[in-house]
């Protein structure tokens, strides 16, 4: 695998459900992103990890609970979600946080959520 | 706060056609720009970069972007476009300082390529 991977690409949840993204980055950085891509609206960048620890979270509501055990993976849990959740989520990789070389950013395919 | 505007939805140009994508942008200090591409299904892929010097700068696949401080905008531009490139082009600011890769994204131009 070569780049950044997220899995699964597809996935519809009911709003009682709990259910997992994964993200994986081949690429050596050192931070990761989600960011939530919906429908006529900008991207928005939902959490920053820098070595594994949160330094950035965006007003995100507490039902999305961020994880980065490593600096390879990064996982988005979700629980009691809404129908306006329904997006496409994103997952990126930089080799650092912080400088210019944070906004050179790697994108994986994404995960397309449907909460039904 | 900053802010990006593309003001064009949605863009069709004929293949073989010179292409030139809109982008606007509302920044205090000197921003740090940037084109990423999207193609249906996959993820962003950085095009360029703008951090400073030069304003004429060349990314990857033949395109390149001008930074025109005066008139606040950063536009895409390639001289003659392949039905390839069909997808959705993002312009993106960069606030600096310590945002933490923090990149604020324009909402989108979706570029349609006829035979």
């Known amino acids: 695998e070569t780049g950044v991977t997220q899995t699964p690409r597809h996935l519809v949840m009911g709003m009682t459900n709990k259910k997992s993204l994964k993200c994986e980055q081949h690429l050596g950085h050192n931070a990761m992103y989600w960011y939530k891509q919906s429908a006529k609206k900008p991207l928005e960048l939902m959490f920053v990890?820098?070595?594994?620890?949160?330094?950035e979270n965006n007003s995100v509501p507490s039902r999305f609970s961020p994880e980065c055990p490593n600096s390879s993976h990064l996982f988005l849990h979700l629980h009691t979600l809404q129908p306006e959740d329904s997006a496409l989520y994103l997952c990126?990789?930089?080799?650092?946080?912080?400088?210019?070389?944070?906004?050179?950013?790697?994108f994986g395919p994404g995960t397309r959520l449907t909460v039904t | 706060a900053q802010s990006v505007t593309q003001p064009d939805i949605h863009i069709t140009v004929s293949e073989g056609a010179s292409l030139e994508l809109r982008c606007n942008y509302s920044?205090?200090?000197?921003?740090?720009l940037f084109w990423y591409v999207q193609s249906p299904g996959q993820g962003l892929q950085l095009l360029l970069k703008y951090f400073s010097g030069d304003t004429l700068v060349q990314g990857i696949k033949g395109f390149e972007a001008e930074f025109k401080r005066s008139q606040s905008s950063f536009n895409l531009r390639k001289p003659s476009v392949h039905w390839s490139d069909a997808a959705e082009y993002f312009c993106a600011v960069g606030a600096g300082g310590t945002s933490y890769g923090k990149l604020t994204f324009g909402q989108g131009t979706i570029l349609t390529v006829h035979p």
């Open positions: 990126a990789s930089s080799q650092t946080a912080v400088g210019l070389a944070a906004y050179e950013q790697y």
């Open positions: 990890y820098s070595l594994e620890e949160r330094v």
């Open positions: 920044y205090g200090a000197t921003p740090y």
